[in-house]
């Protein structure tokens, strides 16, 4: 079993910053990609941010300059440093990682159960 464990998310006014953590634990031989997303009210669930094993990072156009993601392979933990934050920034915030257990040595696809971020203007 893997489980990924969302927190840091809240409510914070516009321009303001969060710190959101995703931390795996389970039968983990390794990982590689991890990942954000984020869900709003009637919008499909998008790519925020990736992050692979080699630390090389994607984001989506709309959080480039505001958002960082980071990695602590000894920690299990994938943290989002969201600085900037906007209105439009408020949705539902998914970790996402790609997992290899020690029972199926296979890497499968992981969520978490998301944390909630609210931006007031």
């Known amino acids: 079993q893997v489980h990924l464990v969302e927190s840091g998310g809240g409510l914070v006014q516009a321009g303001g910053s969060l710190r959101l953590s995703c931390v795996i634990s389970?039968?983990?031989?390794?990982?590689?990609?991890m990942a954000w997303y984020r869900q709003a009210p009637g919008k499909q669930r998008e790519l925020v941010a990736g992050i692979t094993s080699s630390t090389i990072t994607t984001y989506a156009d709309s959080v480039k300059g505001r958002f960082t993601l980071s990695r602590d392979n000894a920690k299990n933990t994938v943290y989002l440093q969201m600085n900037s934050l906007k209105p439009e920034d408020t949705a539902v915030y998914y970790c996402n990682a790609h997992v290899m257990t020690t029972a199926t040595m296979t890497y499968q696809n992981y969520w978490g159960r998301g944390t909630q971020v609210t931006v007031s203007s």
């Open positions: 389970g039968s983990i031989f390794s990982f590689s990609m």
